[in-house]
């Protein structure tokens, strides 16, 4: 059971750098967790696929830094996209200690640059009150475990052998739409689940 796959991710972070930039256009930055992690550089490499489509063509990508999922780190290298880069007007951080460092370091400068990225509700809540996050995601955690509790039991019971193509249901999650195991036997949850002014408050984690 996996959360989300990175196309998905790259799609989203894609997508709010464009609803986050004025008109979709404009100059953009990423601040990722480490220059060797895996899942970064995938979901990074997903993202900038997404960003040569034509919907695209307005954002310029300036930079990709890393700040070694260090708050110290991270901090420094949002400061200096802000010195470097002083057109830019998003800064897309796939790491819950980037986000955050990303956002403290723009509201602190009073800068009308916007953060996003992946992160969690409890540590953005503020900065989507303020508008510094205007949107970010995530995936669903309670969701998460609610889907792969699902699978176990009915893996159980015998509703499901876990074979490539089956479908099955399961209450609550997908809009009442089916999931299909993919394959090498992996569920994935869903698209990231994007955070914003009008739901930021429901979520506690």
């Known amino acids: 059971v996996n ?5 998905l991710i790259g799609q989203s ?12 256009t404009g100059e953009i930055a990423i601040l990722s967790a480490t220059a060797t992690a895996t899942n970064q550089n995938a979901w990074i490499a997903s993202m900038k696929t997404v960003l040569a489509g034509t919907k695209y063509a307005g954002l310029k990508l300036d930079d990709v830094v ?6 110290q780190a991270s901090t ?3 400061q200096a996209l802000l010195q ?3 057109n830019l007007k998003v800064i897309i951080a796939p790491t819950t200690v980037g986000i ?6 723009v509201k602190q400068a009073g800068s009308s640059v916007k953060v996003t990225g992946l992160g969690f509700p409890n540590d953005m809540r503020s900065f989507v009150k303020d508008g510094t996050t205007p949107e970010f995601g995530l995936w669903s955690v309670p969701d998460l475990g609610y889907l792969a509790y699902w699978i176990a039991a009915k893996l159980v019971s015998g ?4 074979t490539v193509g089956e479908t099955f249901t399961v209450p609550s999650l997908n809009g009442g739409k089916p999931y299909t195991i993919a394959a090498n036997n992996v569920v994935i949850l869903g698209p990231p689940l994007t955070f914003n002014k009008d739901n930021i408050d429901t979520f506690n984690f």
Do not use: R
Request: aromatic letters at 10%.
């Open 3 to 7: 959360q989300t796959d990175f196309g």
């Open 13 to 24: 972070m894609a997508g709010w750098a464009c609803d986050l930039a004025p008109n979709c």
């Open 66 to 71: 890393y700040g070694n999922d260090d708050p």
């Open 76 to 78: 420094t290298q949002a």
């Open 84 to 86: 470097k880069y002083p």
């Open 100 to 105: 955050l460092a990303a956002a403290q370091v």
């Open 159 to 162: 509703d499901i052998k876990g």
